[in-house]
């Protein structure tokens, strides 16, 4: 009979459960022997990667967002404003999903030309990175020309304008943009054909009242 439980004592250990058998002592008491006993049971564990997610910037995202940041600030005193990224030429990296691209102001910064901005990654709500940003800023605006030649003191008329699209290298450009402030007005000086006005080449037009005096010449 000890042989059997001595043969299922080494049945159970060898497959590596964790069992409790009973066996005689010399003075016949009993014993609990345990595979337990025979050292600790290692167990593997699972390690979990958290993986950031991470948006590429690119430029022209930079430049969507200067461009709107731009005619929002400037609203009507340009047509059109036209932005050429420079620097960064490659795309950066921001981590926290999707981001958002806001211009910082900058009172230092204005006007057309070369410029720097420093663009803010926002992500989640938070701030991710601010990347400096070099870029080109050119406007163009719709100028009001005279499509023939004016004399002086010649009244324009409606049929007298159009309007072209004119490149400007400074936000505040003299040039005329409606033509609802030329129309009815005199020339003050000989005008060109395709001449972008400006307000000091037109002027109110000469009115004659009642009891002034005139000359009146006649040419063959």
């Known amino acids: 009979m000890s042989r059997i439980w001595l043969t299922m004592i080494i049945f159970l250990s060898s497959v590596g459960f964790d069992v409790t058998t009973s066996r005689a002592g010399p003075s016949g008491e009993s014993r609990s022997i345990s595979s337990a006993s ?5 167990r593997a564990t699972d390690t979990v990667v958290d993986r950031v997610a991470v948006s590429e ?14 005619e929002s600030e400037w609203g009507h005193k340009v047509k059109t404003v036209h932005v050429t990224v420079l620097e960064p030429a490659d795309p950066v990296m921001i981590p926290g999903g999707t981001v958002e691209l806001q211009v910082i102001p900058n009172s230092m910064e204005e006007g057309l030309g070369r410029r720097m901005f420093h663009v803010e990654a926002v992500a989640n709500g938070k701030s991710r990175k601010t990347i400096q940003v070099v870029a080109d800023i050119a406007a163009m605006i719709d100028a009001v020309v005279v499509t ?3 004399k002086a003191e010649e009244l324009i008329d409606m049929s ?3 309007t072209v699209g004119l490149r400007v290298h400074q936000i505040n450009h003299p040039f005329i943009t409606d033509q609802g402030e030329v129309i009815g007005k005199s020339a003050s000086r000989p005008l060109p054909p395709e001449t972008p ?6 002027k109110p037009p000469l009115v004659i009242k009642k009891g002034d005096r005139v000359l009146i010449e006649a040419r063959r």
């Open 57 to 70: 910037v690119n430029s022209e995202l930079i430049r969507k967002a200067i461009q709107k940041h731009l």
């Open 197 to 202: 006005l400006r307000p000091a080449f037109v």
């Open 38 to 42: 025979r050292g600790p049971i290692h």
């Open 160 to 162: 007298d304008l159009k």
């Open 148 to 150: 023939r030649f004016l």
